[in-house]
């Protein structure tokens, strides 16, 4: 499920998760915005159960050292898993600017409901040749 699909509840529980999370690791929430790349007022937006972009949910990820999945984990009413200690500033790679196009694409995607979602990506990810999926 993506993050864009999530309810009232959901984005409410993983509101509480990240403030709770921030709290108990003696975080400044400009410290997480600044390892994250977005905002403070972004930050303050899912801390109050507010939708933002699944590309800042994963940003969120990587600057609370959470593992991939761990935003979804959290809004399920899970516990997210922590790979790592919260990377210093300097340790986050700064993203690659994304095209004009991929962006609007993303913003269209992330307004869909989630069953939609999948099926376009899944008919996207059949279209993409072998030799040109990323390895992670």
């Given amino acids: 499920m993506t993050e864009a699909g999530y309810g009232a509840k959901e984005l409410a529980t993983l509101g509480g998760t990240v403030e709770r999370f921030i709290a108990e690791h003696a975080l400044q929430f400009t410290e997480v915005a600044e390892r994250g790349g ?10 109050r159960g507010v939708r933002v ?4 949910y994963r940003k969120l990820e990587r600057a609370l050292g959470w593992a991939a999945g761990s935003v979804a984990a959290a809004a399920a009413g899970g516990e997210p898993t922590v ?3 919260p990377p210093s500033p300097a340790s986050v790679p700064a993203e690659e600017p ?13 307004g869909l409901p989630v069953r939609v979602q999948a099926e376009v990506l899944r008919r996207l ?5 072998p030799e040109a999926r990323r390895t992670a």
Wanted: proline residues 6%.
């Fill in 98 to 110: 994304l095209d004009p196009q991929a962006a609007a694409i993303l913003t269209i995607l992330d």
């Fill in 125 to 129: 990810g059949d279209r993409i040749p």
């Fill in 83 to 85: 790979e790592t200690a």
């Fill in 53 to 56: 972009s699944s590309v800042t």
């Fill in 38 to 47: 977005f905002s403070i007022e972004t930050l303050a937006k899912i801390r």
